[in-house]
Nanobody, 116 residues
Framework: QVQVVESGGGLVQPGGSLRLSCAAS????????MNWYRQGPGKEREWVAS?????????KYADSVKGRFTISRDNNKSTVYLQMNSLKPEDTAVYYC????????WGQGTQVTVSS
C-alpha cells in the first residue's frame, strides 16, 4: 500500500523537544523529496520544512522554525524525521508529512501540543 504514516506527536512543555517520524511504504522512498507541513487551530496548513531526495543534501525551513527544527531522512528505513527543539506554544498544530510525488502523498497527521 502506498502511504506515509506520521508518529511521535504529543504534549510537551514550552522549551521542550519532540521528534516526529514519517514512515513511507509502497514506493521508492529515496527518489522523492519529503516535506513537513502543519496546521494550527483556526489556521491554514503551512509548509514547515523540506529535504531533497537521495542523500538529502539540501534542506529548507520556514522562517518561523529555522534554527529550532531539523529535518532528516534515512533511506534505509524509508523514514523522514523532524527534530523539534525549543518548542513554543505557537508550534501547536497537527503535523503532516508529504511525499513529493505526483500527485503529492499526504499522511493523516500527528498532533503536537505545546503547553504548560
Amino acid at each position: 500500500q502506498v502511504q506515509v504514516v506520521e508518529s511521535g506527536g504529543g504534549l510537551v512543555q514550552p522549551g521542550g523537544s519532540l521528534r516526529l517520524s514519517c514512515a513511507a511504504s509502497g514506493f521508492i522512498f529515496s527518489n522523492y523529496a519529503m516535506n513537513w507541513y502543519r496546521q494550527g487551530p483556526g489556521k491554514e496548513r503551512e509548509w514547515v520544512a523540506s529535504i531533497t531526495s537521495w542523500l538529502g543534501l539540501t534542506t529548507k525551513y520556514a522562517d518561523s522554525v529555522k534554527g529550532r527544527f531539523t529535518i532528516s531522512r534515512d533511506n534505509n528505513k524509508s523514514t523522514v524525521y523532524l527534530q523539534m527543539n525549543s518548542l513554543k506554544p505557537e508550534d501547536t498544530a497537527v503535523y503532516y508529512c508529504m511525499a513529493g510525488r505526483s500527485p503529492p502523498l499526504w499522511g493523516q497527521g500527528t498532533q503536537v501540543t505545546v503547553s504548560s
